[in-house]
C-alpha cells in the first residue's frame, strides 16, 4: 500500500491515497475518542512550527500525537522567538530537526511546505502555507463527508467564499477524484476562479435554497467583511448566504463548516442531527493520527 | 530567397524557425546585448512555410550552451540550432523541452517561497507544452505564461 513521507499537498495523493488514509483513520477513530489506549508513537516527537497563528489546528496536531502515545514540542510565541528576528526559515527547520522526529509546518509562504521538505531529513506535514495548501483540512474533510454522507457520486453545495478560500478549492480537487457533482452558491464577487471551473468535474450554480433540497452535503464558508467595499454591502450579501434551522426542516443534508464560524450558520441548527461541524473538527483527530502513523512508522 | 537578406557566417551558430518577434529576448538570452563584441545578424518576419513568419538570429564565434538552450526553448520551442564551421553547417538540432528548469525563470507569485531574498531557494518549474509552453512553479503552484517576462 502507498506509504509516503511527508504530505504537502493534495495534489500530490492519488484516490488510493486518500482511500488509503481515511481507512487507517477508520482504526484510530476509538483511540481519538480516548476509548482505547495506544502507544505506537511511544518516544517520538512531533514539532509544531505555526508562524501563523491556527490554534485548531496546532492542538488537533498536539491531540493526535499525544493519543498515540507521543510528545509534542512547539514554537511557543513567535514575538519571544528567535525565528521572529530575522532568521530564515530554512536555519529554523534544520535546527528543529535536531529536536524532533516530524514537523508540522504553518507558514505564510506559499511553497514553504514543499522547500522544508527538501531542506529536512525528517518527515514534513504542511499545516497550510499562504494561500497555498492546507491538505490534512480537506482529508479531514473528506473523512467527514465519508463518515457523514458518502464518497461516490456525492451531491455537495459549496456555499459562501468560493473565490479566496483554499479550503473549498483543495476539496474540489480531491472530490473531482471521487466524480462528485458541486452546487456553486456564491455571491458574485466571490465566484469561483476560472481555472478550477476549468477542472474535469459537475459543476452547477445553484442559489442556497435549491441547493439545500437537493445535495446531501453543505459546505459553508466564512464570508470575510474585508472583501466587501462597505460594511452595508457585506451585511446584505452575507445575510443572505446564513443557514438557519427553519431552512433545514425537511432535508436530511449535512452542514459543514471548516470553522471558526461568525454568523453563516445560526446557533438554532446546532441541535440538529443535520449540523456535523462540531464532528468535523473532532475528525481531523484521527485523520491527523493516519498520517502521523503514516510519516512515522 | 529570404535567406539571403542576412549574410553568411564562417563560424558560430544561427539559430532559425523562432517565433516571430522573439529574436531580440532570444539575443538577451545567449547575453548579446549592446556593447557586445559579438558580430550578430538577424532578420524578423522571415516569410516560413512551416510557421508563416519567424525570425532568425546569426550569432559569429559563438557555439550555445545547455542553459542557454533551455532558455531558448522555452520562448522558441520550434526552433533550430545550425552549428557553422568554416561556412559549413557541421551540426543541425531542434531544441528540446527540459521537464523542468531551476534558476532560471522567477516566480510571479511574490508570496512564494521562492521569492524570500532570506531562503537559500532556486525557483523550480515543471514545464508543461500544450497549447504552448506554460511552467508551473514547483513551490507555490502558479503557472507561468508569458514566460519571456519572467526569465533571469
Ligand atoms: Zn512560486
Redesign the interface.
Known sequence: MSKFRNLISIDDLSRKDIEHILSRADEFLDVARGERKLRILEGRILANLFFEPSTRTRMSFESAMKRLGGDVINLGSLEASSFAKGESLADALRVVEQYADCIVLRHYREGSARFASEICSIPVINAGDGAGQHPTQTLLDLYTIKKEARLDNLKIALVGDLKYSRTVHSLIKALALFNARIYLVSPDSLKLPEEILEMDIDFVESDLKTAIEEVDVVYVTRIQKERFPDEEEYRKVAGSYRITAEMLESSDAIIMHPLPRVDEIAYDVDGLKNAVYFRQAFYGVPVRMAILAEVLL | MNLLTISKIKDGTVIDHIPSGKALEVLRIIGVRSGSKEKVSMAMNVESSKMGRKDIVKVEGKYIGEEELNRISLIAPEATINIIENYEIVRKFKVSLPERVEGILKCP?R????N?P????LARFRIENSDGVVAR???????VYEIEKYLV
Open positions: 507569485n508570496n512564494c517561497i521562492s524570500d532570506r531562503e537559500p531557494v512553479c514547483e513551490y507555490c503552484g502558479k503557472k
